[in-house]
């Protein structure tokens, strides 16, 4: 099925641009995966058919970490922004501007 995700036309656009379109809209739609199990979660009475869905979304939460370690790989100024707000004990928006004054000095 194919989506409409170049702002661009794709033509003109490098193939390593289409590449990281390609790996947004699959984060985007494992977020979205995520996201129905947890409603389908929270509303299931069945505990054997929760469990199977809370089994279904943990492979989502995997699948959408390998996505955006593949796209913090291949973007440096993301993945100094990345390494100061994710997995940081304080507050969040402190670590998240600790982060914007490193990723100035990334080329």
């Known amino acids: 099925m194919s989506t409409n995700q170049y702002h661009e036309p794709a ?3 490098s193939a390593e641009t289409r590449t990281f379109a390609r790996m947004i809209t699959s984060l985007q739609e494992e977020c979205e995966a995520i996201n129905w199990y947890q409603q389908r979660i929270s509303v299931e009475p069945d505990p054997e058919a929760r469990s199977i869905m809370e089994h279904a979304q943990q492979e989502e939460f995997l699948h959408f ?4 370690e593949f796209l913090l790989r291949r973007h ?3 993945r100094v922004a ?3 707000v994710l997995f940081q004990d304080g507050n969040i928006v402190d670590n998240a501007e600790k982060g914007e004054e490193e990723e100035e000095k990334v080329d």
Request: glycine share 0%; proline share 8%; no cysteine.
């Open 76 to 78: 440096p100024k993301w």
């Open 82 to 84: 990345a390494k100061n």
């Open 65 to 68: 970490s390998m996505d955006l």
């Open 11 to 13: 033509d003109e656009l």
